[in-house]
C-alpha cells in the first residue's frame, strides 16, 4: 500500500533548505523590486535597449533578475545549479533559451543546441530516486522554423475543413515548393531532436506558441508523437488552459492517441501570452481565444488534470504550474487512485526562481518534480527574464506571496 505524507505549501524550511541567509535575502530585495509595477515596466524598456546599444548592464542583469531565473549562461554554468538542485531530489528541465533567431543558418545552430542539451542530459544518470537529474528538455518549434511561415500555414488551417491533421495536410499541400522545402527542413530538425530524446531516454517538451502559429505546431507534434511514443512518451505537447479550446483540444488528443495506439504527452500549463492575444482579437477583429475569466481557466486546468489522471495508461501527464490547489490535487486524485505520487507517468514542474514551497514541499514528499531551467547568453535569454518580470507583476499576489515566504523562513533562521 503506498503511503501518502501530508504535504504543506506553507513549509518553508523545505522550500528554502538550498538556499543561504545571503540568497535568501537577494530574492527578498528582488521580489520587493518586482512588487513595484512602474519599476518593472521601466526596466523591461530599459533592459533590452540597453543590451542592444551595448551598455554595459550584463553584470548588473546577470546579479540581479538573471541569477534569479536563469541557470547559467552556459551549458557548464547551468549544471552547477542542476546538481545543486538534484541534491535536494528536484530535477531539472533544460531549456535553451534562445528566442526569435531567424534565418537557416540559425535554425541549424538551434538544432544542434537542442541535440547538445539532449546529449548532456544523457550523460546525468540515475542519479536521484525519483530516476535522472535531467529527465526532460524544452524546445520552441520557433526556434527552428520562421514564424511567418507558422503563420501562413496556420491561416490555411484555420480556413480548412476537418480534423487538425487533414486542414495540416492540406494547407502543406498549398504552400509553394519553396514553402514545402523549408517546411521539410523544419519537420526533419524536429525528427533529429526526437530521435535523440528517443536514443538518450529524454523527453522533449514542445512549448506552445502564441494561437496563430499553434496549428502546425500542434499538428506536428502529434505526428511526432505518432511516431516516436509507442512504447514510453518522449515527445509532449503543451496545451495553455488560459485558451478556452484547449480542454477540448486535450481530449481530441488523447482520441488520436487511442486509435494510433502511441502515448499522449501532456505538459499542461495555464499560458503566457495573455494580454498579446486579446489585444490581436481586438485589433483583428476576431473572437479572443481566451477564457473569459481565471475561474474558467482554473476549472479547465483542473479538469485537464483530472483527466489525464483518469488515463495514465494512455497518457504521460505534467502539472506545470504555480496554482497550488492544482498541485494538490494532482497529489489528491493519485491517493483516491491508490497510485504512488511517484507513478512513472506523473511528473510535476515550476519555474526556477519562482514557487519553491510548492517544488521542494513536493520532492519532500516523494513526487517527481523539477524546475524547469532556462540557459543561454544574457542578450539571448532577455525575452523570456521580460516576461518572468511582468508575470509577477500582473499575477494577482505572486511576487507578495514568494516575498511573504521568504521573510517568514528568515524569520525563522533568526528564531533558530
Known amino acids: 500500500m503506498a503511503s501518502y505524507p501530508v504535504i504543506s505549501f506553507d513549509n518553508t524550511e523545505f522550500a528554502f533548505e538550498y538556499k543561504t541567509d545571503k540568497q535568501l535575502k537577494k530574492a527578498s530585495f528582488l521580489f520587493s523590486l518586482m512588487g513595484k509595477p512602474w519599476l518593472v515596466k521601466m526596466g523591461t524598456r530599459l533592459a533590452p535597449w540597453s543590451i542592444r546599444a551595448g551598455l554595459p548592464m550584463n553584470g548588473i542583469i546577470r546579479n540581479t533578475i538573471f541569477s534569479q531565473f536563469v541557470g547559467g549562461e552556459t551549458l557548464d554554468e547551468t549544471a552547477q545549479v542542476a546538481k545543486k538542485l538534484g541534491d535536494y531530489h528536484v530535477q531539472v528541465i533544460l531549456d535553451y533559451g534562445v528566442e526569435g533567431k531567424e534565418g537557416?543558418?540559425?535554425?541549424?545552430?538551434?538544432?544542434?543546441?537542442?541535440?547538445?542539451?539532449i546529449n548532456?542530459?544523457?550523460t546525468q544518470s540515475n542519479t536521484l530516486p525519483a530516476g535522472r537529474l535531467v529527465p526532460f528538455m524544452s524546445v520552441k518549434v520557433t526556434g527552428f522554423a520562421r514564424f511567418s511561415l507558422l503563420e501562413k500555414l496556420d491561416a490555411m488551417m484555420h480556413n480548412g475543413e476537418g480534423t487538425l491533421m487533414k486542414k495540416y495536410l492540406t494547407a502543406i499541400d498549398s504552400l509553394t515548393a519553396d514553402e514545402k522545402e523549408e517546411w521539410h527542413k523544419v519537420r526533419h530538425r524536429m525528427m533529429r531532436v526526437c530521435e535523440a530524446g528517443l536514443e538518450k531516454k529524454i523527453g522533449v517538451l514542445i512549448d506552445a506558441e502564441e494561437t496563430w502559429i499553434q496549428d502546425p505546431v500542434d499538428a506536428l507534434t502529434i505526428l511526432m508523437m505518432d511516431t516516436f511514443n509507442k512504447e514510453r512518451a518522449v515527445v509532449y505537447n503543451t496545451l495553455q488552459h488560459y485558451r478556452h479550446d484547449r480542454l477540448k483540444f486535450?481530449?481530441?488528443?488523447?482520441e488520436a492517441a487511442v486509435e494510433r495506439k502511441f502515448i499522449l504527452g501532456a505538459k499542461l500549463v495555464r499560458g503566457a501570452y495573455m494580454e498579446k492575444e486579446r489585444k490581436r482579437a481586438e485589433e483583428k477583429g476576431y473572437p479572443s481565444p481566451i477564457q473569459p475569466d481565471k475561474e474558467s481557466s482554473d476549472r479547465d486546468y483542473n479538469a485537464g488534470v483530472e483527466f489525464c489522471i483518469e488515463h495514465l495508461d494512455r497518457i504521460a501527464l505534467i502539472v506545470a504550474s504555480h496554482n497550488e490547489y492544482s498541485n494538490l490535487l494532482a497529489t489528491e486524485l493519485l491517493r483516491k487512485k491508490g497510485l504512488p505520487l511517484d507513478h512513472p507517468n506523473v511528473h510535476w514542474s515550476q519555474l526556477y526562481g519562482m514557487s519553491d514551497n510548492i517544488t521542494f514541499n513536493l520532492a519532500h514528499a516523494g513526487c517527481s518534480v523539477s524546475k524547469y531551467l532556462p540557459f543561454g547568453p544574457i542578450k539571448d535569454v532577455i525575452p523570456y527574464l521580460m516576461r518572468r518580470a511582468q508575470e509577477n507583476t500582473s499575477v494577482k499576489g505572486q511576487t507578495g506571496r514568494e516575498l511573504g515566504l521568504i521573510k517568514k523562513e528568515l524569520q525563522r533562521r533568526k528564531k533558530g
Open 250 to 254: 486535450l481530449k481530441d488528443s488523447y
Open 120 to 122: 548532456y542530459a544523457g
Open 104 to 117: 537557416e543558418e540559425n535554425f541549424d545552430h538551434a538544432c544542434e543546441e537542442f541535440i547538445r542539451v
